[in-house]
């Protein structure tokens, strides 16, 4: 009975597939499509595509188009570089006309070795795979990011750091004068099927903030990289720079990507919300937090994972440097928004979007999963300003530091079983070794303050 439901099933889905193909197929040509942007990402985050004709749209679909992997970052060795990028239906879209002059269409692309094999150093897949695991378990994870960004005015072709406006947490268009652009990067993404949540002017001069509602993680992190491109493509198009640097100027507030997470089960309920429990939060809430809190320190490597991420998680900012949850209070590293039934959920202020959102949700998502397998419970929450707090109040309290450098961060990561179960042996030491010659490559520079700071003196 198992098998024939299971033969049943993939008969469905290949059904389903081919009517997927016809359906894009048939769109493409309708809106006179000219090009398509086979998009994926290498280990670090950073987008890459292949653009066909509209005429390989067909192969694409059904074969996937082979290419050179061996100059993206953390993919292969020149001995074995072929890879083959197969598109998702489910991620066809036409971009809008204001980011690109001919018709072109965008689609996420899975990658796969010549043998038909999933390569194991898509990090799509590998945040499928833990996905697939919790959804084993009956929940569906969902994750809403908080995207910030800087805007900077352009001398030429160059960025400069000088921020485009003056204006401050969520002025008035009066001061915010990048009110149109936010406006035209929300319309595009809604063109593109990205409902935006909110936009607006963030603390520092130059400094914004867009959300989208929140989404299956796998869809969010899609939706994460395009919300990138879109960004930095219009705001080009208004002669400036945007930038999703964690801290791009000294004596201000960084730029953060604070994630909102809950676990739905199969049938549309909050999981993490229970109205007979502690602040109304279900047990599987409290071992969800419990296990973040509990990994946090191996996972910043993948969650901050810059040299630049560690400048922003400094004191003095709203940016947490120490392990804590709260129900309120912004200096902790967890909070719980007031909001609950549907709408219960934690939110991981740390990450930055200097990473690749694919292994961020999914060394997230393992974490949380970990605590809920092992039944922890968190320590009891803190309320106070943590800021605030002496050493020895921190102590008695148990709030540990967050890691303060790449290079620590990095020196936690060979010893996390977690990290490495979850990356796997490819993306795992790849992703050491690119990292390892960061942090070494920044550490033999000399800067300008250590110039400044002892050249006369010493």
């Not at 067909?58 to 953390?74: K, N, R, V």
């Not at 489910?90 to 094999?117: H, M, Q, W």
């Not at 303060?404 to 790849?430: R, W, Y």
Request: aromatic share 8%.
């Amino acid at each position: 009975m198992d098998h024939q439901l299971k033969t049943k099933n993939n008969s469905l889905e290949l059904a389903n597939e081919s009517s997927n193909i016809s359906s894009i197929l048939e769109t493409a040509n309708e809106m006179n499509v000219v090009f398509v942007r086979l998009q994926f990402v290498d280990i670090l985050g950073t987008p890459k595509n292949i653009i066909i004709p509209t005429g390989r749209l067909e192969e694409a679909l059904t074969e996937g188009i082979p290419f050179d992997g061996s100059s993206i970052a953390g993919y292969a060795t020149i001995e074995e570089s072929d890879k083959i990028a197969k598109p998702d239906p489910r991620s066809f879209t036409i971009l809008p006309e204001n980011i690109e002059k001919r018709k072109t269409a965008k689609v996420n692309c899975d990658i796969y070795e010549p043998n038909g094999k999933r390569f194991d150093g898509d990090t799509k897949y590998i945040l499928e795979k833990i996905v697939n695991k919790a959804r084993d378990l009956g929940y569906i994870y969902n994750t809403g990011p908080e995207c910030e960004f800087f805007l900077f005015k352009k001398n030429g072709e160059k960025s400069t750091l000088t921020p485009n406006d003056s204006a401050g947490y969520f002025d008035l268009s009066h001061r915010d004068i990048a009110e149109g652009i936010r406006a035209d990067i929300s319309l595009a993404l809604e063109e593109m099927g990205i409902n935006t949540f909110t936009s607006h002017h963030e603390v520092a001069c130059g400094q914004h903030e867009i959300n989208f509602r929140y989404a299956d993680a796998i869809t969010t992190a899609d939706r994460t990289i395009t919300l990138k491109y879109i960004t930095k493509v219009i705001s080009a198009q208004h002669d400036l720079h945007a930038s999703f640097m964690p801290k791009p100027l000294y004596g201000v507030a960084g730029s953060g990507m604070h994630v909102h997470q809950s676990l739905f089960t199969t049938y549309g309920e909050n999981a993490f919300y229970d109205p007979n429990g502690e602040n109304q939060l279900s047990d599987v809430a409290r071992h969800f937090i419990a296990g973040l809190l509990k990994h946090i320190k191996e996972l910043c490597v993948i969650l901050n994972p810059t040299v630049n991420s560690y400048k922003r998680l400094v004191s003095g900012y709203e940016a947490p440097t120490y392990v804590s949850w709260a129900n309120g209070n912004r200096s902790a590293l967890i909070r719980i928004p007031s909001k609950r039934e549907k709408s219960t959920r934690c939110e991981l202020r740390n990450p930055d979007l200097s990473g690749n959102p694919y292994l961020q949700f999914a060394v997230m998502l393992a974490a949380g999963l970990k605590g809920i397998e092992d039944k922890l419970e968190p320590p009891t929450p803190v309320e106070k300003n943590i800021y605030s707090l002496s050493e020895a109040e921190r102590r008695e309290h148990g709030i540990e530091h967050l890691p303060d450098s790449l290079g620590h961060a990095l020196s936690l990561m060979p010893k996390s079983n977690l990290i490495q179960d979850v990356l796997g042996e490819h993306i795992f030491n790849n992703f050491l070794y690119v990292k390892r010659n960061e942090w070494r490559e920044y550490s033999t520079q000399v800067t300008k303050w250590e110039t400044d700071k002892y050249l006369s003196i010493v």
